[in-house]
């Protein structure tokens, strides 16, 4: 079974994404506080995990402080 092309607009998006991702990464990192205000949220995710996970970061911004923390 052959799979269905996606749609036009899915298509256009997958292509703009990287575009419209890189153009505003810098202002992000500029304007991302570097406190890390989201210490206790994290704190009580990470004592859920086991000893030593990995972790897949897949938020926004440059990885600090909360990639940083995470390390």
């Given at each position: 079974?052959?799979?269905r092309p996606e749609p036009e607009s899915l298509a256009r998006a997958?292509?703009?994404?990287p575009r419209v991702y890189e153009s505003r990464a810098a202002g992000w990192d500029r304007?991302?506080?570097?406190q890390?205000?989201?210490r206790r949220?994290?704190?009580?995710?990470?004592?859920r995990l086991p000893d030593r996970p990995r972790v897949l970061d897949l938020g926004?911004?440059?990885?600090?402080?909360i990639t940083g923390y995470l390390l």
């Open positions: 079974m052959r799979p997958r292509e703009d994404t304007h991302r506080p570097r890390l205000f989201e949220w994290l704190d009580r995710w990470l004592a926004c911004g440059a990885g600090e402080p």
